[in-house]
């Protein structure tokens, strides 16, 4: 069990530049969360997969925000034209079965210049 | 919807008092619940769960939590607070039903002073 592993540790970019960040869950878990965490605030919900398929995304996201699973395995998140305001952390989490319990990664910090 | 309050933002107490650090919930039926903490530069780990059944429920690093129903509460304590508990605490909840989306409250930030 190698834990929850994200890519990049942190990006710094350009407003407007595209970013992704790569999420690699815990290999036998099937579901995976993308969760966004600003300073002073707790993770706030972003997307949710189970195995392949998308199965809620949060209101929080505009339409420059995809995240793919595919095959079920890592997962990556997508920000086009990026923002100021799009400057956080991005944690992941995986669990498996029905208790709800997330194993995060140490997050990608994305900062926007 | 489900949510999860934290009333207290920022708590300081000294090494070795105890430690209490609340949280009230909304959820329409029984949830689960979590706390989990954050040590700078650290991803977020888990401390203790409620699921059912016993409604006291010990944690790793001498950590409990105990599930109020009618106070729709789930505070965590510590009896004797280390210096190397100073972290940021988080509190959240689930759905019993369904995929079990988790919550998170907007954490407290504890400070442990000599």
């Known amino acids: 069990d190698t834990g929850v592993s994200q890519n990049p540790r942190h990006k710094i970019t350009k407003r407007g530049q595209n970013v992704t960040f790569r999420c690699d869950p815990i290999?036998?878990?099937?579901?995976l969360y993308w969760y966004r965490q600003t300073l002073g605030q707790g993770p706030e919900f972003l997307t949710y997969?189970?195995?392949?398929?998308?199965?809620?995304k949060s209101r929080l996201l505009s339409d420059r925000f995809s995240a793919e699973r595919p095959k079920g395995s890592f997962s990556t998140l997508e920000i086009q034209r990026t923002e100021q305001g799009d400057s956080a952390m991005y944690l992941c989490?995986?669990?498996?079965?029905?208790?709800?319990?997330?194993?995060f990664g140490e997050g990608s910090r994305l900062t926007v210049l | 919807a489900q949510s999860v309050t934290q009333p207290d933002i920022h708590i300081t107490v000294s090494e070795g008092a105890s430690l209490e650090l609340r949280c009230n919930y909304s959820?329409?039926?029984?949830?689960?619940l979590f706390w989990y903490v954050q040590s700078p530069g650290q991803g977020l780990q888990l401390l203790l769960k409620?699921?059912?059944?016993?409604?006291l429920v010990q944690g790793i690093k001498g950590f409990e939590a105990e599930f109020k129903i009618s106070q729709s509460s789930f505070n965590l304590r510590k009896p004797s607070v280390h210096w190397s508990d100073a972290a940021e605490y988080f509190c959240?909840?689930?759905?019993?039903?369904?995929?079990?989306?988790?919550?998170f409250g907007t954490g407290t930030k504890l400070q442990v002073i000599p």
């Open positions: 989490a995986s669990s498996l079965g029905l208790d709800g319990e997330l194993f």
């Open positions: 290999s036998e878990h099937n579901r």
């Open positions: 997969f189970q195995n392949e398929a998308q199965l809620e």
């Open positions: 959820y329409g039926a029984t949830p689960y």
């Open positions: 409620y699921f059912s059944g016993d409604t």
């Open positions: 959240a909840v689930a759905s019993s039903g369904g995929y079990q989306k988790v919550t």
